[in-house]
């Protein structure tokens, strides 16, 4: 099947800017850490993080 490449929204790992290349919410395999997606800017936020950096939404994380 051909791999057609389209115009995606490209998230890039805050910490090495790779391409991170899961599609919502995984990470980053190079650095190999979660990140989250912000709710209300959709920034890519680190995990460590309990609020957006960007927005400053909170980001509710895995409750475990
Ligand atoms: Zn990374
Ligand atoms: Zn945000």
Known sequence: MP????????????????????????????????????PRCRSPVPRDLKKCPECGAEIKGEAA
């Open 3 to 38: 791999e057609h490449e389209e115009p995606r929204t490209r998230q890039f790992c805050p910490y090495c800017d790779e391409e991170m290349l899961a599609p919502d919410g995984a990470g980053c395999q190079t650095c190999g850490i979660t990140v989250f997606y912000c």
